[in-house]
């Protein structure tokens, strides 16, 4: 009897033993594409969908996995629509970033991901980058922030003389509800319209915010129910309230560490360009600590559609 596949049993042992050969990977890849088991038309969205194969004698062969939709009649595979679409890198490969982008707690350099792959720095790199990419949360569709939140920023990279330093600085916004989600937004500066379109963007007004006593976010949250400061210059880093609640913004404290693991410890430099996705990457795998890294990597994949990152951006 065939094993029923249970993404808990997911690991890079089982990931390498059962899905490095390609038929296999583009099997589970599928799976996890179309979760239904049918695959559906990229271009028109029809889920009336044949197989095409190669005519016997033909001298071409067809590759496998294209599908023709009965609609439209237009050709696909499951990369078409997704964030991995024209990628020439094998999907035993890309299935084995996933997973490994997907369970590092602090995260891998390109050049550690090209020498475990066997692919070259720059395809490794720009891999690891879609898959960032395909991480960051839909603001759109995802829930607003509500109960407790915690706001704070931070600021990473900067080099050069004492006086550039700060300059080069970029700073990351964070806000993240207490045991729940985080968000997280490259800014170019804190000033009270900057963090005022993020809060808008990712908290609910009924939700208690905690914050430092940073003036930017007084005037930032102005319309929210209820915004809790701690005074960080007097030493006051977290205080009991009357009616039960602590005030801090330790949990946001407890996320700027785990990236700054990743900026020190895995990619040494950041460029203010490719922050965001960085920032992106530590977000997912905080809003899904819960999960194993099976689980997680499970449901990244059908994050990946209706995603485009380009190399070179094109001209129009
Ligand atoms: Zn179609």
């Known amino acids: 009897m065939k094993k029923k596949f ?4 997911l690991n890079l042992i089982s990931l390498a033993r059962e899905y490095s050969n390609e038929k296999r990977a583009r099997k ?4 996890l594409r179309w979760p239904d088991g049918k695959p559906i038309c990229p271009h028109c969205k029809f889920d009336e969908i044949y197989k095409l194969k190669s005519k016997a004698g033909s001298k071409t062969q067809l590759r496998a996995g294209v599908y023709s939709c009965a609609a439209c009649r237009k050709p696909f595979t499951a990369t078409v629509g997704t964030v991995f679409e024209n990628s020439h890198v094998p999907l035993s490969k890309i299935l084995m970033a996933i997973f490994i982008l997907c369970s590092s707690k602090k995260s891998v350099s390109a050049l550690q991901l090209s020498r475990m792959l066997k692919t070259t720095y720059l395809t490794t790199w720009f891999l690891a980058h879609r898959c960032r990419h395909a991480m960051a949360t839909d603001l759109k569709a995802a829930k607003p922030l509500e109960n407790i939140c915690e706001a704070d920023e931070t600021f990473v990279g900067g080099s050069g003389d004492f006086r550039t330093i700060l300059q080069r600085k970029t700073c990351v916004a964070l806000v993240v509800e207490r045991d729940g989600k985080a968000r997280t937004r490259v800014i170019p500066s804190v000033t009270a319209k900057n963090i005022g379109k993020f809060m ?15 003036v930017a976010y007084k005037v930032a949250l102005k319309n929210q129910k209820r915004h809790d400061r701690v005074n960080h210059s007097k030493y006051e880093y977290a205080r009991h309230n009357p009616d039960g609640t602590v005030s801090h913004v330790n949990t946001c404290e407890s996320f700027f560490s785990l990236l700054k693991r990743g900026v020190f410890g ?25 999960d194993s890294d099976g689980q997680r990597m499970v449901n990244f994949v059908p994050m990946i559609e209706g995603k485009r990152l380009y190399y070179h951006q094109p001209a129009n």
């Open 6 to 9: 249970d993404a808990d049993d």
């Open 28 to 31: 589970l890849f599928e799976a």
């Open 200 to 214: 808008a963007d990712c908290v609910n007004t009924d939700a208690t915010v905690n914050t430092d006593e940073h």
């Open 266 to 290: 895995a990619w040494h430099c950041v460029s203010r360009e490719h922050l965001p996705k960085y920032a992106s990457e530590f977000e997912y795998r905080w809003n899904t600590r819960h």
